[in-house]
């Protein structure tokens, strides 16, 4: 199968990963983002900030393949503080709908004890389907 890198304009290189893979079938994995910006600095220090950030990451990494927010058909949430996260539900569907619009894929969400990147409060992995190359 070939597969192509996806590596977005102007980002700093990432090390020992692929932000995204794009596999011959048309499929799109995109790696953990984290809600980091282009120069892997954190800007944002709250969750909803820090999310947003993190479904932009995951936009770019599908426009630098071609793609946009509706061929997204999955994510997985990584998330440091299960409260924190249920006490903005309202906050998170409004900052979700900036970024991806109405498109709802099929999600999971996992709370897990802690994430590689310490500032990180929340790590986000999507697969998109590009269709046949």
């Known amino acids: 199968m070939n597969n192509t890198i996806i590596h977005p304009e102007g980002w700093a290189p990432a090390k020992g990963y692929a932000n995204g893979v794009l ?22 220090h709250s969750f909803i900030g820090q999310m947003e950030q993190v479904l932009r990451n995951i936009l770019t990494v599908l426009e630098a393949a071609g793609g946009t927010a509706e061929d997204l058909v999955r994510l997985t949430w990584f998330v440091k503080d299960k409260k924190e996260y249920l006490a903005h539900q309202r906050e998170i569907g409004q900052a979700y709908r900036r970024v991806l619009g109405s498109n709802f894929p099929a999600m ?15 790590e986000v992995e999507a697969t998109a389907f590009l269709g046949e190359k």
Do not use: K
Request: negative net charge; glycine residues 14%.
């Open 23 to 44: 596999a011959g079938d048309g499929t799109l994995y995109v790696g953990g983002q984290v809600g980091w910006t282009a120069d892997q600095v954190f800007v944002e």
């Open 108 to 122: 999971s969400m996992v709370v897990v004890l802690d994430l590689i990147e310490d500032e990180a409060l929340l």
